[in-house]
């Protein structure tokens, strides 16, 4: 395979960040790999992508499994189940859907029996939308404050997912409102929040304007993979 697909990404990743007077550097760029066979995440490696992010468990484990002697580094970006954590835990270093209590308590006993601090990103629920995880933006401070009280869980920052808009400018309102989230509790708890995760295939460079730290970005680096 040749390399093209990713220094096409990289190029226009370099072009927003350049445009909005962000240095590469401070932003990660995250292979969402849900449906991606090991191979081709074998070959985006060899490429040089070195951050993979899945959504499933099992798939997760299994891909987990085939790639161990790369030496990837997997985040969990989807929808955690509390009876999962003991299976990944020991194998992502940031977990970007932490967005209930229930699973706080499982991550923090969890990371403490491995001797673990368990970095996360807290999701946030910006859309109001029913079918998608997140904290709602009401009830941030007070988990925040539970989460500082976790002694194995390390809060990194925020992550987002925000109602699908065809023209990317109208999702612009839900990266600036995130950002401001974090600036609050920046502000309130007197903490620095690394990351702000926010951005995919159709509406990075928004993200990046906005102030993204970590984009997760599949369709445009692997295919449409349904
Ligand atoms: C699939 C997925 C992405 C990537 O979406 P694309 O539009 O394919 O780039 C990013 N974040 C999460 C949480 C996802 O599930």
């Known amino acids: 395979m040749s ?25 990660i760029l ?15 490696f060899r490429c040089g992508l070195y951050v993979f992010g899945e959504n499933r468990v099992q798939e997760f484990l299994k891909k987990w499994e085939e790639l161990k002697d790369l030496s990837i580094d997997w985040h969990f970006i989807g929808n955690l189940q509390s009876n999962k954590v003991k299976y990944i835990i020991d194998k992502v270093s940031l ?28 999701e946030v629920n910006l859309g109001g939308e029913e079918t998608k995880g997140g904290v709602e933006p009401e009830g941030l401070r007070d988990f925040f404050q539970k989460c ?24 612009r309102v ?9 600036e609050g509790l920046e502000e309130e708890f007197s903490v620095k929040l690394l990351h ?7 509406d990075f460079k928004v993200a990046i304007e906005e102030g993204s730290t970590i984009v997760r970005i599949g369709t445009l680096l692997f295919g449409s993979r349904k």
């Open 3 to 27: 390399c093209q697909v990713l220094e096409e990404v990289e190029e226009r990743i370099l072009n927003a960040c350049s445009r909005s007077g962000r240095k590469r550097e401070d932003i």
């Open 30 to 44: 995250l292979g969402a790999s849900k449906g991606v066979q090991p191979q081709k995440i074998r070959e985006f």
């Open 95 to 122: 977990i970007h859907s932490l967005d209930r209590e229930s699973l706080l308590e499982e991550l923090d006993k969890r990371a403490g029996s491995l001797g673990k601090i368990q970095d996360v990103l807290i």
């Open 148 to 171: 500082l009280k976790a002694k194995n869980i390390r809060v990194l920052g925020l992550m987002c997912i925000p109602p699908y808009r065809e023209n990317p400018e109208e999702v």
């Open 174 to 182: 839900y990266f600036s409102k995130l950002r401001e989230l974090k």
């Open 196 to 202: 702000l995760s926010m951005g995919m295939s159709h």
